[in-house]
């Protein structure tokens, strides 16, 4: 009897011992059946974690952009002088008889 429950043991390996008991293996299928097979999967989970951080990271800056134009629109509907250099550098306004050169500095470019 002795002899029988030794090569019982040495067929199969320890940790596969764990498997008969019935809650550890359908715990065990159902922990696969969640990271791999679900519509709602591990990897998937992981893939929106990732959008959702560029989404507010995206969020931020478009946040800051809004106010730095807003500061700007201000300024250019309260100062005139700005707005006249404005329309001549955006949009290469000038006055009647005036020549306009655009010098682009290539240092600030890069």
Do not use: C
């Amino acid at each position: 009897m002795r002899e029988n429950k030794q090569l019982n043991s040495t067929k199969y390996p320890h940790w596969l011992n764990y498997f008969k008991n019935f809650y550890v293996l359908v715990g065990t299928l159902f922990l696969v059946w969640m990271l791999f097979f679900d519509s709602d999967n591990f990897i998937r989970r992981r893939n929106q974690k990732e959008k959702e951080f560029e989404l507010k990271s995206q969020e931020a800056f478009y946040a800051k952009e809004i106010v730095d134009l807003q500061e700007k629109m201000r300024e250019l509907h309260t100062n005139n002088q700005e707005l006249e250099k404005f329309s001549r550098e955006k949009y290469l306004f000038h006055k009647k008889g005036e020549d306009v050169y655009v010098i682009k500095d290539l240092s600030k470019e890069e």
